[in-house]
């Protein structure tokens, strides 16, 4: 019979913390990428005309088109590496869950933007809970334009038990 | 310009108009296309149930989260902005289910001249159970 793990928090972890890496670049955005994004998660109406209308985008307090908040720029890499490592440094337990996020937004994204992300893993906890011992990871991911202007910061929860 | 919404006709304890979509795989299907998320548990029964989903391939958790963006847009209209969104994803997104994003009002503040109203949301289905609790932040035009 083995005894239940003290701690789910993995040298690894200790190691990464606060250190950011996982720097990735997008390419540049373009409007059709925009209008498909919001075609898709507005299906089956019609997306805002922020998001496709270059004319009416023109009349609003925006100059132009922008991308919804939670638009990826990431999407459909040519090359597929291993996944980026930065925040990294994987907890300990055999089950691992998408606990949920939290988005801060800086400028919006728009047709041309090139963005630049980074990430870190922030900080951890870990109690008893209903599976057991259960460590909560926060990692935070950095998005910024070519600008250096702050688009998004996000802080993901992971959960292991 | 659209003006849905204007700082001062917002009271705490208002709702915003509920948002919903049918999910079923078409939906997916559109989401996984723009967003490179072709994994095997949303695409496949066999792989859902692998990952423990009895009821088979399930629904990406971005997704409903472009579905609370999508209802904070249609609500504050294109003069405001999405300034912060949260959300934990307690109950899975079956096939079919209809999820209805609703939100309620729960502070208004000016901070830097800026017109800021925190809600509570919540993404519900169908059976009315709340799979994706959470919070957002959107700053306002005066009148």
């Not at chain 2, 609500?75 to 309620?104: F, H, M, S």
Request: net charge negative; proline share 5%.
């Amino acid at each position: 019979m083995s005894e239940a793990a003290d701690t789910l928090v993995t040298q690894e972890m200790i190691d990464r913390k606060g250190i950011w890496g996982g720097e990735r670049t997008s390419p540049p955005i373009s409007e059709s990428d925009i209008r498909k994004w919001a075609i898709a998660t507005y299906w089956p109406e019609t997306p805002p005309k922020i998001y496709w209308d270059a004319d009416y985008a023109k009349s609003t307090k925006y100059g132009g088109i922008i991308a919804p908040a939670d638009f990826n720029p990431f999407a459909w890499p040519v090359e597929r590496p291993a996944r980026p490592q930065g925040g990294g440094g994987r907890g300990g337990g055999r089950t691992g869950l998408n606990g949920g996020q939290t988005d801060t937004y800086g400028v919006p994204m728009r047709p041309g933007d090139v963005i630049t992300s980074r990430t870190r893993l922030k900080d951890w906890n870990e109690r008893q809970g209903r599976m057991g011992l259960t460590l909560y990871t926060y990692t935070e991911t950095e998005w910024r334009n070519q600008g250096d202007e702050l688009v998004r910061t996000r802080i993901s929860i992971g959960v292991r038990y | 310009m659209t003006v849905n919404v204007y700082f001062e006709d917002v009271k705490v304890g208002d709702e915003i108009p509920n948002w919903s979509r049918k999910t079923d795989f078409m939906n997916w299907n559109r989401y996984a296309a723009v967003n490179d998320e072709f994994v095997p548990f949303h695409m496949d029964d066999e792989a859902g149930r692998a990952a423990k989903n009895e009821q088979g391939a399930f629904g990406m958790g971005n997704l409903r989260y472009a579905y609370i963006v999508n209802a904070l847009r249609d609500w504050i209209g294109d003069e405001a902005e999405i300034r912060e969104v949260g959300c934990q994803y307690r109950v899975i997104n079956q096939k079919n289910d209809v999820l209805t994003v609703v939100g309620k009002v729960v502070e208004k503040t000016t901070e830097d001249g800026e017109n800021l109203v925190r809600l509570e949301t919540n993404v519900t289905n169908q059976n009315g159970d709340s799979t994706c609790p959470g919070h957002a932040i959107v700053v306002l035009p005066n009148r």
